[in-house]
């Protein structure tokens, strides 16, 4: 089991750049595949980005490719979520997942309560 706690949200403008943590506690990270989405209001949540156990594989949803990074320090027990040249549509709560085993189909058991991220035209 873990406990996942989202932070670094905020408003920013078109263009900026901000980067989102995503804390463990309760239990570390180590065993657990790890991916962000994102929810709009009145829209489905989204696949954002996902990283596996060792960190040395990654998934990026079309939207976001060559823009956003995901990346994790095991040792921390944090995953990040690097965001540059950021866009009003990216707008969005911001939420961490976690999965004790492989992921299929971008499901994850874990959850974190979100971050809220602003981009402003």
């Known amino acids: 089991q873990v406990q996942l706690v989202e932070s670094g949200g905020g408003l920013v403008q078109a263009g900026g750049s901000l980067r989102l943590s995503c804390a463990a506690s309760g239990r570390t990270l180590s065993g657990y595949n790890m991916g962000w989405f994102r929810q709009a209001p009145g829209k489905e949540r989204e696949f954002v980005a996902a990283i596996n156990l060792s960190g040395l594989r990654t998934t990026y949803a079309d939207s976001v490719k060559g823009r956003f990074t995901i990346s994790r320090d095991n040792a921390k027990s944090t995953v990040f979520l690097q965001m540059n040249s950021l866009k009003p549509e990216d707008t969005a709560v911001y939420s961490c997942?976690?999965?004790?085993?492989?992921?299929?189909?971008?499901?994850?058991?874990?959850w974190g309560q979100g971050t809220q991220v602003t981009v402003s035209s």
């Open positions: 997942a976690a999965k004790w085993g492989r992921v299929v189909n971008y499901e994850y058991d874990f």
